[in-house]
């Protein structure tokens, strides 16, 4: 502007605007060489701050997950990363390398004429306040709304793992009104947050036509004052557009601005106490022999044991039966023997050696867990019995299936071994899964299993298929722990432990125990007889 103002019009040369316009031309490919050049680094300067984090935050969140009371509010931390990593990418992100270049634009409109350089100063100013009160004004409205339609999700989501029980007892229309109550809560907090974030977006757009015009206009008294060329007028009102632009695109990115502080919010609360494990010596696979005392648990997020006092002691072959009522402490206890919960008292060792001693994931290769609810993964039966292994061995898959008693069940599915467990479920009953359940338990040959109601959804061959199991682990030397309340599964226990509101009550020998604390004893002995014969 200043050159063809100035220059140009008042010489009327042809030569010297084309070789302006040839400069001009060579400056913004330049220009838009270095933008792009830019995008590309900012991008991908965000995907490696996502792949950097990526397995920690996936590792936490499985692990947030044994605590139960993390579960009805699922992790959101992937999501987290993915706000951070779209906000670096963004032109919001591109604003922060702007705005170093704002004094000295301001700088150059001082050049022009102070008085310039003071409207140009105080618009910059004002607009400084309007980014604060933006920021101090809408942080709570976008995250009430981010937070709103992240339950509205996540009901949407329960309401389609349940289907089958939504619509078999009728349940459409009530489930279907409460995800649109919570859906039009999320969309009221959504246009509030709109609302307020247009206000500031707005403000600073106008602000800023009006504050270059006021430019345009101080600069043409300047002009007719004889205290400014017309090419310097124009220019000065460029400039500070250029100065202020940065600030008018981080406005108008705010909402995103405020997501990925969330996000970062969120990531530290996630990460807070997940330091990096010092790596801990290599432990060779221990022998089948597991001493519990004075064992109490507190579970996580609670404050009160729900499991004092525990005692006992296994050793090789040998099948210990845990009894007690729903709520005694069964399920707890089967937590702590596989090292998900940690003791608030007292000790549990493997083969002379405390269990949080291991290296956990070495730990879990070296056992056997079935829980209550057995989860599968998208992936071929074969993959899911050797725990998700990118390349099962063959041999210990087959050995695993045929210990379990699952030889049947996998050969009549479409593809065998090679069947793929849609989403984890397919078409399996939930026997069948508890049947593949245990076959992943037994996989890699452990030395200790530990079965949380194991029968729970096994009718009477699977039952008597599960104590032939038992019967093999026995063999070959492991121990066996079965926690459960049906008379059928303890029929291959050596030991009983009996628990009664998370108290140790009784521990010896299984017809002993069964004396002492059932009052049907012989009923119940004939129907562990009949198990055993069977």
């Not at 993915?82 to 170093?100: G, H």
């Not at 007892?169 to 974030?197: F, P, V, Y």
């Not at 074969?382 to 990118?390: C, H, L, P, T």
């Not at 699952?406 to 065998?416: I, R, T």
Request: aromatic letters at 8%; a positive charge.
């Amino acid at each position: 502007m200043l050159q063809v103002y100035d220059r140009v019009l008042g010489s009327r040369s042809n030569e010297t605007l084309v070789a302006l316009f040839i400069l001009v031309v060579l400056l913004y490919i330049f220009m838009g060489c270095l933008d792009y050049a830019r995008s590309r680094v900012m991008a991908r300067i965000g995907a490696r701050f996502q792949a950097f984090l990526d397995e920690t935050v996936f590792r936490s969140s499985i692990k947030s997950a044994i605590d139960e009371s993390n579960r009805s509010n699922p992790s959101t931390g992937l999501r987290d990363i993915e706000c951070i990593q779209s906000l670096v990418s963004s032109p919001a992100a591109f604003a922060i390398f702007d705005i170093p270049w704002t004094p000295l634009f301001l700088a150059a409109i001082f050049i022009f004429h102070p008085l310039l350089g003071w409207v140009a100063f105080v618009g910059g100013i004002f607009l400084l306040v309007i980014t604060f009160l933006n920021q101090l004004l809408t942080k709570k409205t976008v995250l009430d709304a981010a937070i709103k339609s992240s339950q509205a999700n996540a009901f949407a989501e329960a309401a389609r793992q349940a289907t089958e029980v939504i619509h078999a007892q009728g349940m459409q229309s009530a489930i279907t009104k409460r995800w649109l109550k919570n859906r039009n809560a999320g969309l009221k907090a959504s246009i509030r947050s709109t609302d307020l974030t247009g206000v500031f977006s707005s403000l600073t757009k106008s602000f800023r036509l009006l504050l270059q015009s006021t430019m345009l206009a101080v600069g043409a008294y300047l002009v007719l004052k004889n205290e400014l060329t017309p090419g310097a007028m124009i220019a000065g009102s460029i400039l500070l557009g250029r100065a202020l632009a940065p600030l008018e695109m981080a406005i108008g990115q705010w909402p995103l601005v405020v997501r990925a502080h969330n996000g970062w919010n969120s990531l530290e609360h996630l990460l807070t106490n997940e330091c990096i494990a010092s790596e801990k010596m290599y432990r060779a696979k221990p022998k089948a022999h597991l001493v519990v005392k004075n064992l109490g648990l507190i579970p996580p997020s609670e404050q009160k044991p729900t499991v004092m006092g525990i005692n006992f002691e296994l050793k090789p072959g040998e099948v210990l039966g845990v009894l007690g009522k729903s709520g005694s402490g069964k399920s707890t206890l089967a937590k702590a023997l596989v090292g998900l919960w940690k003791p608030a008292a007292g000790e549990i060792r493997l083969d002379g050696e405390m269990i949080e001693n291991y290296d956990t994931e070495l730990f879990g290769k070296y056992i056997g867990y079935l829980p209550q609810n057995v989860n599968l993964f998208h992936g071929s039966v074969a993959e899911n019995v050797a725990r998700m292994a990118e390349n099962p061995d063959p041999e210990m898959v087959k050995t695993a299936i045929n210990i379990a008693e699952a030889d049947a069940l996998v050969k009549n599915l479409p593809e065998s071994f090679d069947t793929i467990i849609q989403n984890g479920t397919g078409r399996l009953s939930g026997g069948q899964k508890q049947r593949l359940g245990l076959a992943r338990a037994i996989y890699g040959d452990p030395a200790m299993i530990v079965l949380d109601e194991p029968n729970a959804a096994l009718d009477a061959d699977g039952s008597l298929a599960l104590n032939v199991a038992i019967s093999r682990f026995k063999q070959q030397g492991k121990i066996v722990i079965i926690m459960t309340h049906r008379p059928m599964a303890i029929s291959e226990c050596d030991m009983l432990l009996y628990i009664e509101d998370g108290r140790q009550k009784a521990f010896g020998p299984r017809d002993e125990i069964l004396s002492s604390i059932i009052k049907n004893a012989k009923d119940v002995a004939k129907i562990v007889a009949n198990g055993k014969a069977a």
